[in-house]
């Protein structure tokens, strides 16, 4: 056995480590806010998956107006009531889940993806690398998250995608201050200059001993985005510049709600799709920080 693995045996435990051990599953276990979380998170998913499987789009999206009677208040046959256009709510509400998972994934994991890969480099490579990559990153950290969106969805075009693509450019600044500074902690470590001494590549630096000890506040932040994620592309289909009309998007809904109905009070056409919403934002937010405290119990200790 080599030099260079015995001191990686010996001394890159990361975030690999300590998801296996079983201190930081009890500890994100006996935190009942984080379990709440897990059950909100984990009840969307099965309404995405059975929403994507069993539910048709044309029965959600119908090109002319159905036999449902128009604006119907809930009720044992329309759970959720019906809207202007005679389309049954909680149909629509159920399809609005698999899309904000959706696309809320494909948000976070491309920004994560970014994230990671400049703020890694930004730390290794230091000196110009490093001002360059964060010199740009501060730059999109000065404008507000959604007016900075707003902004790019204005250049790219209206869309769900072209939201996809705003907004990962306007969360992977912070997780590349996130990586970056969990990466220049792991680079004080011994065990690095070890490794590098020993002739090991860049590639197997960065991507062997360093991205594994950074990964810890990578998952926190990538699960606290997830729900703003999902809540910034309701606000943009809410604002017009996201899903196309007639798209069971919770945002979309909800604008059609308070334009339409609120007005005429019909309050069901808005509130239900809300109610779906807060509640998922809400679940993120209280599994996100139910793994920060398990896996950094002096913050918990620090907030208490």
């Known amino acids: 056995m080599s030099t260079e693995t015995k001191t990686t045996k010996r ?8 998801l296996q051990a079983s201190p930081f599953l009890s500890e994100l276990l006996s935190n009942r806010l984080a379990v709440a979380g897990l059950v909100i998170i984990f009840s969307l998913l099965v309404i995405a998956v059975y929403a994507r499987l069993f539910i048709d789009i044309g029965q959600i999206v119908p090109s002319q107006l159905g036999t449902n009677p128009n604006r119907a208040p809930p009720s044992s046959e329309f759970w959720f009531g019906t809207d202007g256009q005679a389309r049954d709510i909680f149909t629509r509400t159920l399809y609005g889940a698999w899309l904000a998972m959706k696309y809320g994934t494909i948000t976070v ?26 010199r740009t990153m501060d730059v999109l950290l000065a404008f507000p998250s959604l007016l900075l969106a707003l902004a790019l969805v204005a250049i790219f075009g209206a869309g769900l995608w072209k939201v996809v693509i705003a907004l990962t450019l306007v969360y992977t600044p912070r997780f590349a201050r996130v990586v970056r500074g969990a990466a220049l902690k792991v680079l004080e470590d011994e065990y690095v200059d070890a490794t590098v001494a020993l002739g090991a590549r860049d590639p197997r630096v960065l991507f062997r001993h360093i ?24 606000a943009l289909s809410f604002l017009g510049f996201g899903a196309a009309p007639g798209t069971p998007s919770w945002g979309l809904m909800l604008s059609n709600g308070v334009t339409n109905g609120l007005l005429s009070g019909i309050w069901w056409w808005s509130f239900f799709p809300g109610l779906f919403l807060a509640i998922t934002v809400l679940g993120f937010n209280l599994l996100g920080d139910g793994m920060r405290d398990a896996l950094d119990p002096r913050m918990r200790d620090a907030i208490d």
């Open 109 to 134: 994991g491309l920004s994560t993806i970014s994230g990671i890969t400049l703020g890694i480099m930004a730390a290794y490579y230091s000196d110009m690398t490093d001002n360059v990559i964060m």
């Open 211 to 234: 991205l594994p000890n950074t990964l810890a506040p990578i998952t926190v932040q990538s699960t606290l985005n997830f729900g703003l994620a999902i809540i910034d592309i309701a």
């Open 11 to 18: 001394n890159d435990r990361g975030f690999l480590d300590r």
